[in-house]
């Protein structure tokens, strides 16, 4: 029978070593030393994976290896961070050596592409929760956060956003009116199992795009996260929405509630000025990854100025209205008429 550390050793720890060390000290001590480039700064981010709540139990082990890093390599993408390491702590009911074989390929397979070192972690029984961090190195002067939007900007994603919801509505049987064939219900049963994360395109944006995130809660929570750390608003042209050719032979509610609200994805949503458009577009053919234009970046509307108020209370009202202006998403068509749509992301705590 397994024991704690010949299973770390076996799956994990031996195949480390095999890799070219990024990290000055890695696995086989307390800590690992990791350090970027002269002029860069580390990006780190954690994602959890918890069984029941991010996947289902009878998921392809090969499948939860992939995505379990994927999600947060995804997270560098959207910083413009190139991957250099990254820990991994889980807990797993029973040490199965066939479950932990298909687990640890499909994980260092996508470790390997993008030259991304385990340098350490923990496990330990229990029910099965996937817990990664993941670092990363992006010049001090080139990382694409939140908060760096501007009124005017275009709006862009990456990919057919939406495949990914379809393939757990798949799997999940939610829409049985819908009629999806074979070979469409494998394209998004993949789509939600191996997502890619953009990680070229991320380091092909630095200097380019402005403002930039992943989309895994669905895009329209999670653009609301660019407008609220970015003060402004956006107008989005739903028709303008990239759609695969099997999401798009879904009835249009199922492709709108997809690809607006699903989630997932690990597309990359980001701004860049206007006349970014033909250095986007480049970008994107460097990467290897199609890149849509969805919409603009727009100004928090105001009622009033406060130097024509007046008042102390006029003012305070117009602080409220100014607050409360944003974050506010115009739905529109291709004509420009509004559309009647009431969208949220997912959240973990009031999810199906």
Known sequence: MLSEFSLIDRYFARRARTNTRRAALGIGDDCALIAPAAGEMLAVSTDMLVEGRHFLSDVDPHALGHKALAVNLSDLAAMGAAPLGFTLAFALPKPREDWLEAFSRGLFELADRY????????????????????????????????????????????????????????????????????????????????PEPRVALGLALAGIAR??????????????????????????????????????????????????????????????????????????????????????????????????????????????????AWPAIAWRDASGAPLNLTLQGFDHFHAD
């Not at 001090?140 to 275009?154: E, F, V």
């Not at 458009?277 to 970008?283: F, I, L, N, Q």
């Open 115 to 194: 030259g991304c070192e385990l340098i350490g972690g923990d496990t330990t029984a229990g029910p099965l929760n996937l817990c990664i961090t993941v670092f990363g190195s992006v010049r001090q002067d080139a990382a694409l956060r939140r908060d760096a939007a501007q009124p005017g900007d275009d709006i862009w994603v990456s990919g057919t956003p939406g495949n990914a919801r379809a393939g757990l509505g798949v799997l999940r049987g939610d829409w049985p009116q819908a009629r999806i064939d074979g070979a469409d219900a494998t394209h998004f049963r993949r789509a939600l199992e191996y």
């Open 211 to 324: 403002a930039a995130l992943d989309v895994s809660d669905g895009l329209a929570g999670d653009l609301r996260h660019i407008l609220e750390r970015s003060h402004v608003n956006a107008e989005i042209d739903v028709d303008a929405l990239p759609l695969s050719d099997a999401l798009a032979r879904l009835p249009r509610a199922l492709q709108l509630q997809c690809a607006l609200a699903g989630g997932d994805d690990y597309e990359l949503c980001f701004t860049a000025a206007q006349a970014q458009r033909g250095a986007v577009e480049a970008a994107a053919q460097q990467a290897g990854v199609r890149v849509t234009r969805i919409g603009t970046i727009t100004s928090p509307e105001t009622a009033a100025s406060p130097a024509s108020a007046g008042t102390a209370d006029a003012v305070d009202a117009q602080t409220r209205r100014t607050t409360q």
